[in-house]
């Protein structure tokens, strides 16, 4: 942490002061609710815990409470948010900027380094001072359902670059980064909120890839990472070839291979370690949370982010002490890096000075003009066009009026806003639009009726009806995907709502008329629509970004993105 006597001296100071439960608190960092007195008691006075993490919050008292919480706290607290694509990780009204993936497609180091100035100069406005961001994972298998877009990129080099712009911003807004999440995501396909995923590669596939990133970010002063539910047993058998099956897949979390021998020891790394949250399944199905709990400190973490039951994991803390299962040692380091991450970040003296939360105008920041003029430049820059068949693009109002349009989400809901925008946004340009009914509410039971219902009727009418009819009717077809990036999810992928198997939301007229497909999400959806004519990559689908998908399919700005990952999936259809 680089301290300086003075530093180091408050660190040993206020550690040799604590009593058992300060230490075991000062390692916690729950999850913020209701911003009340109660809560500051409870967070400071009560327990006294070392940090919290907030969740996007409205931006009106936000600052005030933060001011409030940390004056009542004897020791500066970390205040922590997801800053992964913008000041939205911590303020409702902050800027969306982009997602990583979308900020590398632009094809300039630049936005990476944007990403994380927006991110932080937003959230440190209001007091946070400790970031989980960049991501730094690797979008190496395209089926993975949580890194995706939220990945800088498939190549490790570009991860690197990117990060190390985000990182520079962060420190220029005085917020602590977390590269994470370590040992990486992106091979499996699988989340680690719902289970131990695996990070496949071989030891040495490892050490060229996520082993280089984290080398080389510890090697510029990274000072926060933190370890994901995620196992890696190749990297661990290479140290130990007698190492058991069990402990091989333990998540890095709860291995004290990955995070005493591989990342403090093999890597050099000497920063603060966090664990991902503690209420992630793949934290609690290895052992009961009342030996993983410690355990967690045990095999290298300094930190624990959320609880289930705040009291609960204290106890276990203190129980895994007396048993055995957490040492002392282990206990004092912990805490002892908590304290000197602070104490690095100057808190201690923003504290006395009464300057740890700002005083400036957090409104007057987000709608700073030099961060709407770098979200435009990222949007226009960003958007890719990928597929171009039969020069489909650019649309025109005389060549093709009448557009079928399909928007497809998570969730069916008749009509949703976004639909409805992209809807708008056609008609605006002239074009006759039909947007597609996607929830047919029928019974199937009525196919035996002697008097079905009229809305039966209608659907059945479109399943059944000839070719020609509907095909005459439209001059393109256009279907908007909106699947974005959300954990506890199994597969992203485009879900067909249907009925026996026929329907027009199965695009079976790309043989008859021309069809575009737009994703504001998963780069990956030409897997399940490679009939596609065209097909663009959106990245993300905030209104700045789907302007320039406008602007650019209307043919009055050009296309520039450059694709981070294989949008084809290795697949040669993929790009007929």
């Not at 104490?343 to 300057?355: C, F, I, P, Y």
């Not at 597929?387 to 093709?400: A, F």
Request: charged fraction near 25%; include cysteine; aromatic fraction near 8%.
């Amino acid at each position: 942490f680089y301290l300086t006597d003075k530093q180091l001296d408050w660190v040993n100071e206020t550690y040799g002061k604590m009593t058992l439960d300060e230490k075991v608190e000062q390692i916690m960092c729950p999850s913020a609710g209701n911003f009340n007195d109660q809560m500051i008691e409870q967070f400071t006075k009560v327990h006294k815990f070392g940090g919290f993490m907030i969740r996007p919050l409205p931006l009106k008292g936000l600052q005030d409470f933060h001011r409030k919480i940390q004056a009542s706290s004897e020791i500066p607290m970390l205040i922590s948010a997801n800053l992964e694509n913008g000041g939205s990780g911590a303020i409702e009204e902050g800027t969306n900027f982009g997602m990583p993936m979308g900020c590398t497609a632009t094809g300039e180091l630049e936005n990476g380094y944007r990403l994380g100035k927006v991110s932080c100069q937003e959230a440190s406005s209001v007091g946070v001072n400790w970031g989980f961001a960049p991501i730094v994972d690797i979008d190496l298998n395209y089926r993975n359902s949580i890194t995706n877009i939220r990945a800088f990129s498939s190549d490790p080099n570009m991860v690197i670059e990117m990060a190390r712009g985000y990182i520079k911003a962060a420190s220029e807004t005085e917020i602590t980064p977390t590269i994470k999440h370590f040992p990486g995501d992106g091979t499996d396909e699988r989340d680690q909120h719902l289970l131990v995923s695996v990070n496949q590669l071989n030891s040495e596939e490892w050490w060229d890839t996520y082993g280089k990133v984290y080398q080389t970010l510890i090697g510029e002063g990274a000072s926060s990472i933190m370890a994901g539910h995620i196992a890696q047993p190749a990297i661990i058998r290479a140290l130990d070839s007698t190492v058991s099956p069990e402990e091989a897949y333990l998540p890095a979390s709860l291995s004290k291979k990955l995070l005493t021998d591989v990342l403090r020891k093999k890597m050099n790394y000497n920063g603060m370690i966090v664990t991902d949250s503690t209420l992630m399944n793949g934290f609690m199905v290895k052992m009961p949370r009342s030996k993983a709990i410690p355990t967690a400190i045990e095999a290298g973490c300094d930190m624990i982010l959320f609880n289930r039951n705040i009291e609960e994991d204290i106890r276990y803390l203190k129980n895994g002490i007396a048993e055995g299962t957490l040492s002392e040692n282990r206990l004092a380091e912990a805490v002892k890096r908590v304290l000197a991450l602070k104490a690095s970040k100057r808190l201690v003296e923003k504290k006395e000075s009464g300057t740890l939360v700002p005083t400036v105008d957090s409104d007057k920041i987000i709608s700073n003009a030099i961060t709407k003029e770098w979200v435009n430049e990222c949007a226009d820059k960003s958007v890719t066009l990928v597929k171009n068949k039969q020069s489909v693009l650019p649309l025109s109002v005389s060549k093709t009026k009448r557009i079928y349009l399909n928007v497809i989400e998570g969730k069916v809901n008749e009509p949703s806003p976004f639909s409805l925008n992209i809807k708008h946004r056609l008609e605006k340009e002239g074009f006759q639009v039909t947007l597609r009914k996607r929830k047919m509410d029928i019974n199937p039971a009525e196919i035996f009726s002697d008097n079905p219902s009229p809305e039966f009727l209608a659907v059945m009418g479109e399943i059944m009806g000839d070719t020609d009819s509907f095909v005459s009717q439209y001059d393109l077809a256009m279907i908007l995907l909106n699947l974005e990036t959300v954990s506890n999810v199994t597969t992203i992928r485009v879900n067909w709502e249907m009925l026996y198997g026929l329907g027009n939301d199965i695009p079976w007229y790309a043989g008859e008329l021309p069809l575009v497909v737009v994703s504001t999400a998963n780069p990956y959806h030409l897997l399940d629509i490679p009939m596609a004519h065209a097909y663009i990559n959106a990245y993300t689908g905030s209104p700045v970004i789907l302007d320039a998908v406008f602007e650019k399919m209307m043919g009055r700005s050009e296309f520039k993105g450059i694709s981070p990952v294989d949008p084809f999936c290795g697949n040669e259809d993929c790009a007929l």
